[in-house]
């Protein structure tokens, strides 16, 4: 029993060392070598407003152009913000957000786009798109919950609510304070051991030193962080089940099921069901939601991984 014992625990063992050590490098990863200095690549030039609707004159377009490109520059990752009219649905909007960011700053590059939705609908959805590293610095209610980074920055932009006046200024603030938080928060650095997962393509975005890495697997101190806790259960089961399997040998003598029976007192009673009429109701089942969502729900494929979350207004 001993030997039986310490076979399984050997066995178990072996296959998480096997799990944890040898699969992940039988996984694809794509390394995203660090840009020292954005300022210095062709795509900066698109840091910048991109405007749908005719809000600001040239001077005022110039000036948040240059807020954003400055912002770029300090948190070295590209930023962009679209006022959008098209009339989207929510998905729609993350698609175009993410599919947009793609397009002009590449799949998986360092970076952040705001969409704002003014196309006038009854409620109006903002998206937050990330990218490579700002994935893992403006952290989502997807992977972070509550206590998000993106939900804090949406907390300091007061927007016009759905239907009401548009009015420059108030674009122009929230414009303002959307920076403002891109360099706060990005003085906090990426979270400790924290990292990125898009569920719509199924990759892993972490970080790797100062290189971002996209991967169809967890990072490796993610899997770490719970071996000890696997292997602990592993080993309390199998030491149970170890321990049941020898106790079924202690019986003496061989089973027989008429030893429980008590033959003058075994009364069989034979009920039976009769239905006179058979009745079915229909119940609708009512799948709708309200309020505002948070974190992605797009069904976008291919282009490159990203995190990210919306609010409504």
Same mark, same amino acid.
């Not at 310490?6 to 995203?32: E, G, Q, R, Y």
């Not at 600001?56 to 948190?75: C, G, M, Q």
């Given at each position: 029993?001993?030997?039986?014992?310490?076979?399984?625990?050997?066995?178990?063992?072996?296959? !998480?060392?096997?799990?944890?050590?040898?699969?992940?490098?039988?996984?694809?990863?794509?390394?995203?070598?660090?840009?020292?200095?954005?300022?210095?690549?062709?795509?900066?030039?698109?840091?910048?407003?991109?405007? $749908?609707?005719?809000?600001?004159?040239?001077?005022?377009?110039?000036?948040?152009?240059?807020? /954003?490109?400055?912002?770029?520059?300090?948190? =070295?990752?590209? /930023?962009? /913000?679209?006022?959008?009219?098209?009339?989207? =649905?929510?998905? $729609?909007?993350?698609?175009?957000?993410?599919?947009?960011?793609?397009?002009?700053?590449?799949?998986?590059?360092?970076?952040?786009?705001?969409?704002?939705?003014?196309?006038? #609908?009854?409620?109006?959805?903002?998206?937050?798109?990330?990218?490579?590293?700002?994935? @893992?610095?403006?952290?989502?209610? %997807?992977?972070?919950?509550? =206590?998000?980074?993106?939900?804090?920055?949406?907390?300091?932009?007061? @927007?016009?609510?759905?239907?009401?006046?548009?009015?420059?200024?108030?674009?122009?603030?929230?414009? %303002?304070?959307?920076?403002?938080?891109?360099?706060?928060?990005? %003085?906090?650095?990426?979270?400790?051991?924290?990292?990125?997962?898009?569920?719509?393509?199924?990759?892993?975005?972490?970080?790797?030193?100062?290189?971002?890495? !996209?991967?169809?697997? *967890?990072?490796?101190?993610?899997?770490?962080?719970?071996?000890?806790?696997?292997?602990?259960?592993?080993?309390?089961?199998?030491?149970?089940?170890?321990?049941?399997?020898?106790?079924?040998?202690?019986?003496?003598?061989?089973? =027989?099921?008429?030893?429980? /029976?008590?033959?003058?007192?075994? !009364?069989?009673?034979? *009920?039976?069901?009769?239905?006179?009429?058979?009745?079915?109701?229909?119940?609708?089942?009512?799948?709708?939601?309200?309020?505002?969502?948070?974190?992605?729900? #797009?069904? #976008?494929?291919?282009?490159?991984?990203?995190?990210?979350?919306?609010?409504?207004?």
């Amino acid at each position: 029993m001993k030997n039986i014992f310490k076979k399984t625990l050997s066995l178990i063992f072996a296959s !998480v060392l096997c799990s944890v050590f040898i699969l992940p490098l039988s996984v694809s990863a794509k390394t995203i070598k660090h840009i020292d200095d954005i300022t210095e690549t062709d795509e900066f030039e698109f840091c910048c407003v991109i405007p $749908q609707i005719s809000l600001f004159d040239e001077d005022e377009l110039e000036e948040l152009n240059e807020l /954003v490109k400055d912002t770029a520059e300090e948190i =070295n990752m590209y /930023v962009c /913000v679209i006022l959008g009219t098209s009339i989207y =649905n929510d998905t $729609q909007i993350e698609e175009f957000a993410e599919l947009f960011y793609d397009d002009i700053f590449g799949p998986n590059t360092d970076g952040i786009i705001y969409y704002i939705d003014l196309s006038g #609908r009854s409620e109006s959805y903002d998206y937050i798109s990330t990218s490579g590293r700002a994935a @893992l610095v403006y952290t989502d209610y %997807e992977n972070d919950g509550y =206590n998000n980074r993106i939900d804090d920055i949406f907390d300091n932009i007061y @927007l016009p609510k759905s239907g009401a006046t548009i009015e420059a200024s108030d674009i122009a603030n929230g414009i %303002e304070e959307f920076c403002k938080s891109l360099e706060e928060i990005n %003085e906090k650095g990426p979270k400790k051991f924290y990292y990125s997962y898009d569920k719509y393509d199924e990759k892993y975005i972490y970080l790797k030193g100062e290189d971002v890495v !996209v991967s169809s697997t *967890k990072p490796l101190y993610a899997i770490i962080k719970y071996t000890p806790i696997g292997l602990i259960t592993m080993a309390i089961v199998t030491l149970i089940s170890v321990l049941t399997i020898k106790g079924s040998y202690k019986f003496k003598t061989a089973f =027989n099921s008429s030893s429980y /029976v008590e033959r003058n007192k075994t !009364v069989f009673n034979v *009920k039976t069901d009769t239905f006179i009429r058979e009745y079915t109701r229909r119940v609708k089942i009512d799948s709708g939601g309200g309020g505002g969502r948070r974190g992605s729900g #797009r069904r #976008r494929s291919g282009g490159g991984s990203h995190g990210g979350g919306g609010r409504h207004r």
